[in-house]
């Protein structure tokens, strides 16, 4: 059985820094494309950033320079990196998985950031 399980979100403060976590079960880890995607009320699921298995990363043009995505093969978990928060940085944010044809989804960790 597959998990993908975030960690991490909360409150915090315009220009504070959130770090949050995704600890996967039952998949081959290191094999896996992870990412992050957030939804925010109202709006659609859009991609932040993806880590694949090369450890190559994209992000969305709207955290570029401000979150970074990072894998630990060996503790089976991926991170992302907030800095410098806005507002709109505020969503409910999921972790990702695709692997061997598939995605998973964790069930998702709040971020608000507070003005």
């Known amino acids: 059985q597959v998990q993908l399980v975030e960690s991490g979100g909360g409150l915090v403060q315009v220009g504070g820094s959130l770090r949050l976590s995704c600890a996967a079960s039952?998949?081959?880890?290191?094999?896996?494309?992870m990412a992050w995607y957030r939804q925010a009320p109202g709006k659609q699921r859009e991609l932040v950033a993806r880590i694949f298995s090369s450890a190559s990363t994209n992000y969305a043009d709207s955290v570029k320079g401000r979150f970074t995505i990072s894998r630990d093969n060996a503790k089976n978990t991926v991170y992302l990196q907030m800095n410098s928060l806005k507002p709109e940085d505020t969503a409910v944010y999921y972790c990702?998985?695709?692997?061997?044809?598939?995605?998973?989804w964790g069930r998702g960790t709040q971020v608000t950031v507070s003005s």
């Open positions: 039952g998949i081959i880890f290191s094999d896996a494309a």
């Open positions: 990702n998985a695709y692997t061997r044809g598939t995605f998973f």
